[in-house]
């Protein structure tokens, strides 16, 4: 029996959606027991689609099942101003060589949780809506459930309204039912990850000579890198989803804080604002692992190994 951690990616790649199944599958601290996908950065037959082809470029045979198209209530919002309109803009990715599973990605979400022998730890990267309904639909699961390690929120920080981070605006409602769930939650949100960059010179250290992977990664990134800097003015690509991954690997990589946050859902200028009680002044009982501090430098060595190691998967 190996003792690696078993993982859910919830996704909607999204370019550092595509890093964090790249790190999670190349790492021997996790088993990626399954991918599911949900609509966001692009439509949801697009983020699929992208999963499937990201899968079949590093020969990964994780199950990938397809989720929502939209959010529980609210219209989707596509983010293409940062992914293109394909989702993965920036190169071609391989046509999809595997078989997907036909069922919704909420359904094996339950069903994973339900036949494992342990627990296993849910990476939401996206907007929250299969994990919602999953827990909607089974609650029981909750026992099944180690932790959430999601990236979104942000307690200083955001980026689609000076109040909340994107995840968390698409799909508020959702983020609320995961927020309250009761079930031990890591918030990876924008105060780190948009630290945990990898810069121009990074990104072309990964270049590898015949590199199958990084002849592919290094020009998306070098997309995304351009897509982050002329609008935030960022010196590289933030590798959000990537960091929620890396957390699950090395926990130690980012500094949590234990605090209440509340998911506000009503506000007309608040909507989707992860709103972190540091001084306990709501005297709420904390709810979250809020990730206050990271370390960077760890982080972009983490990617660069894994990218490095797909490479050689790959030959
Ligand atoms: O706010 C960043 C998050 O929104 C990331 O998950 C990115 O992929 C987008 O989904
Ligand atoms: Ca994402």
């Given at each position: 029996?190996?003792?690696?951690?078993?993982?859910?990616?919830?996704?909607?790649?999204g370019?550092?959606d595509?890093?964090a199944?790249m790190?999670a599958?190349?790492?021997?601290?996790?088993?990626?027991?399954?991918?599911t996908t949900?609509?966001?950065n692009?439509?949801?037959d697009?983020?699929?689609?992208?999963?499937c082809q990201?899968?079949?470029?590093i020969?990964d045979?994780?199950p990938v099942a397809?989720?929502?198209?939209?959010?529980?209530?609210?219209?989707?919002?596509t983010?293409p101003?940062?992914?293109?309109q394909?989702?993965?803009?920036g190169?071609d990715l391989?046509?999809?060589?595997i078989?997907?599973?036909?069922v919704?990605?909420?359904d094996?979400i339950?069903?994973?949780?339900?036949q494992?022998?342990?627990k296993?730890?849910?990476v939401p990267?996206g907007?929250?809506t299969n994990?919602a309904?999953?827990?909607?639909?089974?609650?029981?699961?909750?026992?099944k459930?180690?932790?959430?390690?999601?990236?979104?929120?942000?307690m200083?920080?955001?980026?689609v309204t000076?109040?909340?981070e994107y995840?968390?605006?698409v799909?508020?409602e959702?983020?609320?039912v995961?927020?309250e769930s009761?079930?031990?939650?890591?918030?990876?949100g924008?105060?780190?990850?948009n630290?945990?960059?990898m810069?121009p010179?990074d990104?072309e250290?990964l270049t590898v000579?015949?590199?199958k992977v990084?002849d592919v990664?290094?020009p998306?990134?070098r997309?995304?890198?351009?897509?982050n800097?002329?609008?935030?003015?960022l010196?590289?690509?933030?590798?959000h989803?990537?960091?929620?991954?890396?957390a699950?690997?090395?926990p130690g990589i980012?500094?949590?804080?234990?605090?209440?946050?509340?998911?506000e859902?009503?506000?007309?200028l608040?909507?989707?604002?992860?709103?972190v009680?540091?001084y306990?002044?709501t005297k709420?009982?904390?709810n979250?692992?809020v990730?206050?501090e990271l370390?960077?430098?760890?982080?972009?060595s983490?990617?660069?190994?894994?990218?490095?190691?797909?490479?050689?998967?790959l030959?």
């Open positions: 029996m190996n003792n690696r951690k078993k993982i859910l990616i919830d996704c909607d790649p370019h550092d595509m890093m199944i790190l599958s190349a790492s021997k601290e996790v088993e990626l027991a399954g991918v949900v609509a966001g692009q439509t949801g697009k983020t699929f689609r992208n999963a990201v899968l079949t470029l020969k045979n994780a397809r989720g929502s198209d939209k959010p529980l209530v609210r219209e989707l919002l983010a101003q940062f992914h293109g394909t989702g993965l803009d190169a391989p046509p999809v060589g078989k997907p599973l036909d919704h990605a909420a094996f339950i069903m994973t949780l339900e494992s022998r342990e296993m730890v849910l990267t907007p929250l994990i309904l999953a827990l909607i639909k089974a609650p029981r699961i909750k026992e459930v180690e932790r959430i390690v999601l990236m979104g929120g942000g200083h920080d955001s980026n000076p109040a909340a995840n968390i605006y799909d508020p959702a983020a609320k995961v927020f009761g079930v031990p939650i890591t918030m990876v924008l105060d780190v990850t630290r945990a960059i810069t010179e990104i250290a000579p015949g590199g990084s990664v290094v998306l990134l997309f995304f890198a351009r897509a800097k002329d609008i935030f003015g010196p590289g690509a933030p590798l989803d990537a960091l929620a991954v890396a699950v690997i090395e980012v500094e949590t804080k234990h605090l209440h946050v509340a998911v859902t009503a506000g007309e608040t909507r989707g604002m992860t709103l009680d540091f306990g002044v709420q009982k904390p979250v692992d990730a206050l370390d960077a430098r760890r982080f972009v983490m990617m660069t190994a894994a990218i490095e190691k797909l490479n050689r998967k030959g």
